[in-house]
């Protein structure tokens, strides 16, 4: 064992004196001993036995994000992409009322797995009134199919897509835009009834789009983002969301969905997104996750005034209503969405303020941690 450890042969070892012997021994030893406790601390680490990382702060803020994908957007197809999504809600005017909120609730999956079974019967138990609507792969992309024939970029994408985590981020945006209402990935567990999450005067503002934070911690380090995981210490959840039919900020969404997914394919030599047979955990967070939702959020809330980034958000206590193009985004602080997670002071499972609880046990990023 300890001429494994050092590399040294069998000859080579029993030719040593006895006492050179008891030392390499122990050296061997040692180094086995340092190497069992660096992976007992792993285990415990990936396992999330309630360890801590450390979260360092630095005294300004560390949040200064500009997704790759906005650096040189392609102007001309977002508009020409932004236009067809446009002309698809003009055509549906005088179907919906733009003042109520739509009593539906989106969930998809491939199936139900037991372990989901009751944070999904969670939606329709505690919100009789909602219509529950569970897609499968099949009735997702016969409703992306139809409902998006007058968007031939955005079918093709969906269904180009290797991985179901950008088709089913990507579907949530498509749902949300053509009928509004909530959607919650199937491991969110619906604490209170919909009705009961806001007070009746915030339900009747004029948003019409409701978002919680997911992470506030803009001042963290850059070493410690990377240990917990994140690709960005601010943004908001895209696991639960709330809408009417059309609004802005999901149709920013979809526009950059696409527009990134065909950024990425040219920084990759690809004639288009559908040659792409694999994306990373930044690509799918910067193309199709809260990365580029976060961003579709705060810039749709910039179009007059320039001053809006997650300072007007950090450490907020209250449901903040903020003007966006045709609307208004609430902001729900990160106790109503995002308990239960050992940073941003997102408080337990079971504050007061808990509207649904996300578990994260089907999230495609490996690094989280909960209490």
């Given at each position: 064992m300890a001429?494994?450890?050092?590399?040294?042969?069998?000859?080579?070892f029993t030719q040593l004196s006895g006492k050179h012997r008891q030392q390499i021994l122990l050296v061997a030893f040692?180094?086995?001993?340092?190497?069992?406790?660096s992976l007992v601390r792993y285990r415990q680490i990936r396992l999330h036995e309630n360890v801590d990382p450390p979260l360092k702060l630095s005294p300004i803020p560390t949040f200064r994000h500009v997704s790759v994908y906005r650096r040189a957007p392609d102007v001309i197809f977002e508009n020409f992409l932004d236009s067809v999504l446009v002309n698809l809600k003009l055509s549906y005017a005088g179907s919906y009322d733009r003042d109520v909120w739509p009593k539906k609730v989106f969930q998809t999956a491939k199936k139900v797995d037991k372990k989901y079974m009751e944070a999904v019967s969670s939606w329709s138990r505690l919100n009789p009134e909602h219509e529950h609507v569970l897609m499968n792969d099949v009735t997702a992309t016969e409703f992306v199919e139809k409902a998006f024939l007058s968007a031939p970029q955005v079918v093709h994408l969906y269904n180009s897509f290797p991985d179901p985590v950008l088709k089913a981020d990507l579907l949530r945006y498509l749902l949300l835009y053509l009928y509004g209402g909530v959607y919650a990935d199937i491991d969110v567990y619906c604490r209170k009834p919909i009705a009961e999450w806001l007070p009746e005067k915030l339900w009747k503002s004029n948003a019409d789009i409701i978002v919680g934070v997911e992470i506030d911690e803009p001042y963290a380090m850059e070493e410690s983002q990377?240990?917990?995981?994140?690709?960005?210490?601010?943004?908001?959840?895209?696991?639960?969301?709330v809408s009417k039919p059309f609004a802005r900020p999901v149709r920013t969404a979809i526009v950059r969905v696409v527009a990134h997914a065909h950024h990425l394919a040219k920084l990759k030599n690809k004639a288009n997104p559908a040659l792409l047979s694999r994306y990373s955990a930044e690509d799918i967070y910067e193309i199709s996750g809260p990365?580029?939702?976060?961003?579709?959020?705060?810039?749709?809330?910039?179009?007059?005034?320039?001053?809006?980034?997650?300072?007007?958000?950090?450490?907020?206590?209250?449901?903040?209503i903020l003007p966006s193009e045709g609307g208004a985004v609430m902001a729900l602080p990160i106790q109503y969405f995002g308990n239960g997670q050992k940073h941003s002071n997102a408080g337990d499972y079971s504050n007061e303020q808990a509207c649904v609880t996300h578990l994260f046990t089907k999230s495609w990023k490996r690094n989280s941690w909960f209490l």
């Open positions: 001429s494994m450890v050092l590399g040294l042969s069998n000859r080579h040692l180094v086995s001993t340092a190497l069992w406790l990377k240990l917990w995981g994140w690709h960005r210490p601010f943004g908001f959840a895209q696991y639960t969301i990365g580029v939702w976060t961003d579709a959020l705060i810039d749709s809330m910039n179009y007059k005034r320039k001053d809006i980034s997650w300072a007007q958000f950090y450490g907020m206590t209250e449901p903040t």
